[in-house]
T-cell receptor, first 112, second 112 residues
């Protein structure tokens, strides 16, 4: 059974700092990995999707990497802003039906 | 462009009452559809997914059921709600295997 872990559970940083969020998964036989953002009381916003054959994806100040063999992914946020404050979730697809298995998230707070 | 709608946004129901949550997708055809639940202090858990009209797969045994009466409509139901059914319910869609999932704004369900 696939299990996804995210470290740290919570993170507080000053504005402008670069930061890294970590995600690990137990079964390396994944099809893809997706990073999401969730604001309090809201749904999920898709940030980046990395296919199993890819090493990284970039969107603006976000860069996600994937090391499938070691079961790890990182989300790098450059020059953090208070608007980046949210919970960040990673999820993997590792079976039929395109079903996502989610981590429990990292709650990020970027302070002025 | 594609959009996903969920309603209601919030719902308060007594134990033992029935439930019907609706999700519709616009701007695409034959999407994969998903229902997730996010319980307090826990990660997102996949409840049901559907790859076509009338095709429903259940991921966990529970008090809920799902139906897909039309191509872009996904309904989550219960005949008698339990306290343990409280949570944040999210609907999602994707174009198929290997493609990103996109989420609605969710329904917060409280059972009294």
């Amino acid at each position: 059974k696939q299990e996804v872990t995210q470290i740290p559970a919570a993170l507080s940083v000053p504005e402008g700092e670069n930061l890294v969020l970590n995600c690990s998964f137990t079964d390396s036989a994944i099809y893809n990995l997706q990073w999401f953002r969730q604001d309090p009381g809201k749904g999920l916003t898709s940030l980046l999707l990395i296919q199993s054959s890819q090493r990284e994806q970039t969107s603006g100040r976000l860069n996600a990497s994937l090391d499938k063999s070691s079961g790890r992914s990182t989300l790098y946020i450059a020059a953090s802003q208070p608007g980046d404050s949210a919970t960040y979730l990673c999820a993997v697809v590792s079976g039929g039906g395109n079903k996502l298995t989610f981590g429990t998230g990292t709650q990020l707070k970027v302070e002025l | 462009s594609q959009t996903i709608h969920q309603w209601p946004a919030t719902l308060v129901q007594p134990v033992g009452s029935p439930l019907s949550l609706e999700c519709t997708v616009e701007g695409t055809s034959n999407p994969n559809l998903y229902w997730y639940r996010q319980a307090a202090g826990r990660g997102l858990q996949l409840l049901f997914y559907s790859v076509g009209i009338g095709q429903i797969s259940s991921e966990v045994p529970q008090n809920l059921s799902a139906s897909r009466p039309q191509d872009r409509q996904f309904i989550l139901s219960s005949k008698k709600l339990l306290l343990s059914d409280s949570g944040f319910y999210l609907c999602a869609w994707s174009t198929g295997a290997g493609q990103p999932q996109h989420f609605g704004d969710g329904t917060r369900l409280s059972i009294l």
